[in-house]
C-alpha cells in the first residue's frame, strides 16, 4: 500500500462522522476494487469500523462545489451518490446508494441505477437532496460520451421516489444545457434548481419546485456569471 486518499464528501449522521478513503497501490491505481466508508464517532474523536460496499465508487469528486450525501434521520439512512462513477479511465457508472447508519452497513436491497432513465450510464452533477421521501438531482437525459465530451449537456431536474425508486423528470423546469456541478437545495417545503442556459445564450438563474403542487417557479436570472453555490440566510 503506498497511499491513501480522503474523498470530497463528508456527513455527519447521528453522531457518527462518516467519509469515504481510497487505497492506491505504487502506480497509482485502486489497491482494491471496493468503496469503503470510515465511520468516525463524533464523540470521542476513534474509529469505529469499516463500511464497505463490494464494489469500488468515487462518491463525490475532486473540488466540484457540490452535495452527493445526505442523511436522512426519518429514515436512518445516509445516502450518497458518485458523481460519475469510478475514475475517469474506467467510464461513468453514477449510482446512489445508502447505508444504516445504525448498523454501519450498506443497503443490499436498494440503489438508484441512472442508465433506465438515460438510456445508457450519463452524469449526475448534483443532488440528492431530500424533501419529503424523495431525492432531487441534476441527471443527464442522455447517455454520455466516452470521452467526456459532452459534459454537462442536457442535463434534467428529477425527482427520485425512495420507495419505488422510480426517476422522474420535473416538468417547467427547462433543460440545462451547460455543465454545472451545483446541487439543488432545499428550503421551506421547495425544491431550488440552478439553472445554466446554452452557450448562445449563457444565462444563469434558479428555479423553485413545490411537490405539494408539481408547481416551478424562475425566482432570478442573471446575463453574465455562475453561481457556485446557493445559502440559505434567515
Not at 450525501?69 to 458523481?83: H, N, P, Q, T, W
Not at 440545462?176 to 442556459?197: A, L, N
Amino acid at each position: 500500500m503506498e497511499s491513501i486518499s480522503f474523498n470530497t464528501w463528508m456527513e455527519s449522521a447521528n453522531g457518527t462522522f462518516f467519509t469515504q478513503v481510497d487505497f492506491f497501490d505504487a502506480n497509482g491505481s485502486r489497491a482494491y476494487d471496493s468503496t469503503f466508508v470510515m465511520a468516525i464517532n463524533e464523540t470521542t474523536n476513534e474509529f469505529v469500523d469499516w463500511v464497505i460496499y463490494p464494489e469500488a465508487y468515487a462518491f463525490g469528486w475532486g473540488s466540484f462545489i457540490t452535495n452527493f450525501s445526505r442523511y436522512v434521520e426519518e429514515d436512518g439512512f445516509l445516502y450518497i451518490s458518485a458523481f460519475m462513477g469510478r475514475l475517469f479511465s474506467e467510464g461513468m457508472d453514477p449510482i446512489t446508494l445508502r447505508i444504516d447508519v445504525a448498523n454501519l452497513a450498506f443497503d443490499s436491497n436498494w440503489s438508484i441505477n441512472y442508465d433506465a432513465y438515460a438510456g445508457g450510464p450519463p452524469f449526475i452533477t448534483g443532488g440528492g437532496v431530500y424533501l419529503d421521501g424523495k431525492l432531487y438531482a441534476i441527471v443527464m437525459s442522455q447517455a454520455a460520451a466516452p470521452d467526456f465530451s459532452d459534459f454537462g449537456a442536457n442535463m434534467h431536474a428529477v425527482e427520485i421516489d425512495i420507495a419505488t425508486q422510480a426517476i422522474t423528470r420535473i416538468q417547467g423546469i427547462p433543460t440545462i444545457e451547460r455543465g454545472s456541478p451545483i446541487s439543488p437545495v432545499v428550503y421551506q417545503g421547495k425544491v431550488y434548481f440552478p439553472h445554466q442556459g446554452e452557450s448562445g445564450n449563457p444565462t444563469f438563474s434558479y428555479y423553485t419546485y413545490d411537490p405539494s403542487n408539481q408547481a416551478t417557479e424562475q425566482i432570478f436570472s442573471m446575463a453574465a456569471g455562475l453561481v457556485q453555490k446557493l445559502y440559505i440566510i434567515e
